[in-house]
T-cell receptor, first 116, second 114 residues
Framework: AQTVTQSQPEMSVQEAETVTLSCTYD???????LFWYKQPPSRQMILVIR??????QNATENRFSVNFQKAAKSFSLKISDSQLGDTAMYFC?????????????FGKGTHLIIQP | NAGVTQTPKFRILKIGQSMTLQCAQDMNHNYMYWYRQDPGMGLKLIYYSVGAGITDKGEVPNGYNVSRSTTEDFPLRLELAAPSQTSVYFC?????????????FGPGTRLTVL
């Protein structure tokens, strides 16, 4: 079974700063997918970014980028020019090579607070 | 498209009561999922379905039942509610074909068992 670990329960930064959220995972598979989800106070789960393990290039989506280290089984999320609206819980998630057909495995989350 | 809808949004149950959480999607997705999120934790998979008439257990299925009679609907049944089932429940769906398949989540149902 896969496991996902987020070691930072809470982080706080000033608006416009850059922040990095950490995630490590454990799997014996070679092909898989990794995701970062955002959960604002509304509870809605919002996909922020995804990474396919077979791609060496790190994924980017506007101000969000990842640092994917396959050998180290590390998948961190970098948020540049942080905004007040980025305040939320952030979850790292893993999916097997079936693209999530058997469901996602989530970490416990990091509560990110952006201070004005 | 309404996406994934869940009812009710909130519910309080007494120990031993039963209820059904409703989930529907209008995106013609073949896969549907139920997750629970306990306070301070990530989501854990309860059950999932690969199509009408086919369901399978996830990580935490005990105390729950599901059915999938149509492509659109995937209700979650709680029998004999217990305080340990106090949680937020999320339904999700995806179209699984080849490659990556994004899961779309509903807004969640907050359930309290007292």
């Amino acid at each position: 079974a896969q496991t996902v670990t987020q070691s930072q329960p809470e982080m706080s930064v000033q608006e416009a700063e850059t922040v990095t959220l950490s995630c490590t995972y454990d799997t014996s598979e070679n092909n898989y997918y990794l995701f970062w989800y955002k959960q604002p106070p509304s509870r809605q789960m919002i996909l922020v970014i995804r990474q396919e393990a077979y791609k060496q290039q790190n994924a980017t989506e506007n101000r969000f980028s990842v640092n994917f280290q396959k050998a180290a089984k590390s998948f961190s999320l970098k948020i540049s020019d942080s905004q007040l609206g980025d305040t939320a819980m952030y979850f790292c998630a893993f999916s097997d090579s079936g693209g999530g057909a058997d469901g996602l495995t989530f970490g416990k989350g990091t509560h990110l607070i952006i201070q004005p | 498209n309404a996406g994934v809808t869940q009812t009710p949004k909130f519910r309080i149950l007494k120990i031993g009561q039963s209820m059904t959480l409703q989930c529907a999607q209008d995106m013609n997705h073949n896969y549907m999922y139920w997750y629970r999120q306990d306070p301070g934790m990530g989501l854990k998979l309860i059950y999932y379905s690969v199509g009408a008439g086919i369901t399978d257990k996830g990580e935490v299925p005990n105390g729950y039942n599901v059915s999938r009679s149509t492509t659109e609907d995937f209700p979650l049944r709680l029998e004999l509610a217990a305080p340990s089932q106090t949680s937020v429940y999320f339904c999700a769906s995806s179209y699984v074909g080849t490659g990556y398949n994004e899961q779309f989540f509903g807004p969640g149902t907050r359930l309290t068992v007292l």
